[in-house]
C-alpha cells in the first residue's frame, strides 16, 4: 500500500550545484533526488544495488502493457517521429506531439496518471499520420503486411476520438468498472463475470487465502473465461526472464542468507506464476530485518484495476537511512500501545500486534508504477493475513520527502492559499517535520493497524477498497498526530506542532487538491478521494460546533479551523467507523461514505481555486528522474566500482529506456 504524494508547488533549488527542479511541461513538473550515502557504501552493496537496479529497469513495458493494449505501440510510433522528423521540428504540431509524447513516457500511457483521463493531443491527425508516413517504416510497429496508412487506421480513434478508451480506471457507482475501462487487465469479460469467477475460485480458500487474480490478464475467448498468467514463459514473458536473469546476478552479492532466500522465492514465483508462492516470498521478504540494502520488485498495487484485485508492476530499489531511521524504529517499538489506545471497537482491534517494523529509506532508483510519479511511503505486504501473522514492512522514502520539500521552498503556494500570518509561521516550523511524521503512521501503523471479523472476504468493498484503506490509515496517524505519546517519545518538539499537519490536511482535501482535476469532472484516484472524504466528513459532522469553517477573505475561499481538538476527535470518530466498515466488509457503508463526501466538488470551488493556483505557476504533479547508475569493470569483467551521476535528461533517460529495456513486442500479446 503506497502513501501518495506530498503538498503541492516547487520551484529550481540548488544544493552544493544539485538541482533538485528540473524541467516542466503539461501540468507536470520534474526533479531529481541525491542518493546520499551511496558512496559510502561497501563495493558489494553497491553492485547489488547495481543489478537490482537494472533489474527494476527490465519492467518498465509491463507497466506500459498493463495500463492499455496499445500504449507500447503509440509510444513507439512517437518515438520515432520524435526522433526522425526532418520537418519543421518549431511547428505548434510537433511542439504539441513533443509535449503528449512527454506525457505519454510520465503516465506510461495515454492516460492521465492520476486523474485517469485520456489525453487530448494538442497536434492534428493530419500531421501525425504525414509524420509517420515520413520516417523509415521499419522502426514503426506494424503488424504483419500493414502499411503506414492501415497503421493510423487502426490507432488513430484510439489517440484522437474522445469517445473510445476515455478512461483508464472508470469508478462511477453504476457502470459495469471493466467495460468502461481502458485498463489492460480484462479482455471481453464483464464485471459481473469477472466477480463470478473470482468468487468461485475464492469458495473453500479457508483463513489464509492468495490473491486472486493478482498476476494475470482474464480473457474470454469462444465463450470461455480464464486467465493468462504473468510470469517466465507465460504472459510478459519476456520481459520477466530479463528480471530474473539480474535478480539471479544480484544473489551472490545479497547481504546475507535470509536476503538471498527472497530473491530465490522471487524468482520461483516470476518462474510459476504460482500466489502461493508468492505468498511465501512475501513472508520472507517480511522476515528480512537485517540488511541495509533492500527492494520490492513484483506486481503489488492494485488501484489501476476498478475492482482492486490485479496488481501493476513496480519496483524500487533502496538502502536504510540509519539516523532517520531512529524516529521510526521508535514508533513501530510501540505499536502496540497504539493498537491498544486507538478509538476504534475492541473487536477491530488485533490482541497481539505482530511483525510491525518500519524505517526511512533512501531510494537508489525507481520504476514501473512507482516512476516517474511515486509514492513517498510504502506498507507491504498487501495480503491481509500475511500481516496479521507475520507482520509487515513499512518504509518512509526520505530522499524524496527532501527533495519535494526543497522544491516547493518560496513558490507563494503558502502565501495564496493559508488564511493568515500566524498558521503560515507554524506550517514554515512544522510542516515538514509533521508530514514526515504523518507518513510513518500511516505506513507504520495505520495498514498494519486493525483486523477483519473471521470470515470477511478482503476484497469485500470492491472498487471502494482503496480509498476505504488509504482513509483508514490516514486517519491512524491524524488521530494520533495530536496524542501527548507523541511529545512523550520525541517524535514532536512542540504541543503545538500536529495543527501543522491538521490544517494543511484539511485545506488540501478541502480546496488545493482540486487543482489536479479538470473543470466538471469527478475525483477519480484514491488517494484524493480518501483526503475529500476526511475533510468533508469531518466539515459536515463539526458544523454544530463550529470545528471547520470555510471563510471568505477578499474575495477568496480559506479554511480556518476554530477547535483543534475537536478536530481530533472527529478524526477518531470517523476512524472508528472506517474500522468498522472494514472488518465488517460493509460494502454498502463504504459506498455511502466515499459518494457522499469523496466524489463530487462544488463547482464555484474548483473555479476559484484552479485559478488562483493558475496565477502562482505551479506545476500540480511531481515526478523524478532517476540518477545513472554505471559499473565500473577491470580487464576479467569484475565489477570494481559503481558510479552514480545525475546529468541525464527527461527525454533523454525515457529515450535509452525504451532502446534499452525494450523487453515487450509491440504488438499485444
Known sequence: ????????????????????????????????????????????????????????????????????????????????????????????????????????????????????????????????????????????????????????????????????????????DGEDLILTSAENYYDGVTQAEAEEFYNKMKEGAGDQPVMFGMNSRLVKKNGKIKELVWKEGGLYGSAIKNIVKYLQLARPYAENDQQKKVIDKLVEFYKSGSLKTFDEYSIEWVKDLNSRVDFCNGFIESYGDPLGLKSSWESIVNFKDLQATKRTETISSNAQWFEDHSPVDPRFKKEKVKGVSAKVITAAVLAGDLYPSTAIGINLPNSNWIRSVHGSKSVTIGNLTDAYAKAAHGNGFREEFVIDKEMIELLDKYDSQTDDLHTDLHECLGHGSGKLLPGVDADSLKAYGSTIEEARADLFGLYYMADPKLLELGLLSDKDAYKAQYYSYIMNGMLTQLVRIELGNDIEEAHMRNRALISWWAYENGKADNVIELVKKDGKTFVKINDFQKLRALFGKLLAEIQRVKSEGDFEGAKALVEKYAVKINPEIHKEIKERYSKLNISPYKGFINPVYTAVKDAKGNITDVKISYGEGYAEQMLRYSKDYSTLPYINE
Request: proline letters at 2%; aromatic letters at 14%.
Open 1 to 172: 500500500m503506497m502513501f501518495g504524494l506530498m503538498s503541492l508547488g516547487a520551484q529550481a533549488q540548488e544544493k552544493d550545484s544539485f538541482k533538485y527542479a528540473d524541467e516542466s511541461f503539461a501540468d507536470i513538473q520534474m526533479l531529481r533526488y541525491k542518493v546520499e550515502g551511496f558512496d559510502e557504501l561497501s563495493l558489494s552493496q553497491k553492485t547489488f544495488i547495481y543489478y537490482l537496479y537494472e533489474a527494476a529497469l527490465q519492467g518498465r513495458d509491463i507497466l506500459f502493457d498493463q495500463n492499455g493494449k496499445y500504449n507500447l505501440r503509440i509510444r513507439k510510433m512517437l518515438e520515432t517521429v520524435y526522433t526522425q522528423y526532418k520537418g519543421d521540428r518549431n511547428s505548434a504540431d510537433f511542439k504539441a506531439l513533443e509535449v503528449y509524447l512527454k506525457r505519454v513516457w510520465f503516465s506510461s500511457g495515454i492516460h492521465h496518471h492520476y486523474g485517469c483521463e485520456k489525453f487530448v493531443p494538442g497536434f492534428s491527425a493530419d500531421f501525425f499520420r504525414s509524420a509517420l508516413k515520413s520516417v523509415d517504416a521499419k522502426q514503426l510497429p506494424l503488424a504483419k503486411k500493414q502499411t503506414v496508412d492501415q497503421l493510423c487506421d487502426e490507432i488513430f480513434p484510439v489517440i484522437f476520438d474522445a469517445k473510445i478508451m476515455p478512461k483508464r480506471v472508470n469508478q462511477a
